[in-house]
């Protein structure tokens, strides 16, 4: 396991309010990933990062920003949360460069009332 | 763009049989990985398997097997005698290079929820 938690696990909050959510690794790993799963759809990358204050868009980028200023901590927000951004949120890393496998942390559930 | 297909949405079989899990990828790489991930219903991603483009083997881990056949675009997962602790949704994904020194993204399939039934 590359020691990655993730916070909060679960989560409720209102339409329009901002939201972080927050990915730490232990491990040292150089990329580090957003991922949402939703019914029908597997899972579909936000944003991801190549180092620190390194990123890129994903597929699902809209309403989503990040930020990296520590190796260990990468940041999702959603700067005004809608209903659709209701999912499950996956962080994951990536120890080097090369096409290894990613290591998935635990998840959190957020709902968008 | 790459993109990977996983067309059986839910699997259901019983105990003991033997199931095949599809997945179809589209890509213009010439060298792409492909992996196979399994979340349980305790939610976690558990990784299973990489295959890099050019080593074409079949692979076999106990009761798991993954056909990989190039002229098809296919990385197909097989289950044998299949047990209740194997329902899970079941994740195939094609590597694609991102921005940025070694940025490998992963594209995931749908998934394939599979049901072992006692």
């Known amino acids: 396991d590359a020691g990655i938690t993730q916070s909060p696990r679960h989560k409720v909050t209102e339409t329009g309010t901002p939201v972080t959510l927050r990915c730490h690794q232990t491990e040292n790993h150089r990329y580090m990933y957003w991922y949402r799963q939703d019914p029908g759809h597997g899972l579909r990358l936000i944003h991801y990062s190549y180092g620190v204050k390194d990123t890129d868009k994903g597929e699902v980028s809209d309403g989503y920003s990040v930020s990296r200023s520590k190796t260990e901590d990468f940041l999702l927000t959603l700067e005004s949360a809608t209903s659709s951004q209701t999912s499950v949120y996956f962080c994951?890393?990536?120890?080097?460069?090369?096409?290894?496998?990613?290591?998935f942390g635990s998840g959190t559930q957020l709902s968008v009332l | 763009a790459q993109k990977v297909t996983q067309a059986q949405t839910e699997i259901s079989v019983v105990e003991k049989e033997d199931v095949t899990l599809d997945c179809v990828y589209e890509?213009?790489?010439?060298?792409?990985?492909l992996f196979w991930y399994k979340q349980p219903p305790s939610g976690e991603l558990v990784f299973l398997i990489r295959?890099?483009?050019?080593?074409?083997q079949n692979e076999i881990s106990g009761r798991y097997s993954w056909n990989f056949q190039k002229s098809t675009s296919s990385f197909n997962f097989t289950i044998t005698a299949s047990q209740v602790v194997d329902s899970a949704v079941y994740f195939c994904a094609l590597s694609e290079e991102g921005r940025g020194q070694g940025a490998q993204k992963l594209v995931f399939g749908q998934g394939t929820r599979l049901t072992i039934n006692p």
């Open positions: 994951a890393t990536r120890r080097r460069e090369g096409n290894e496998k990613l290591f």
């Open positions: 295959r890099n483009s050019f080593d074409e």
């Open positions: 890509t213009r790489d010439t060298t792409y990985y």
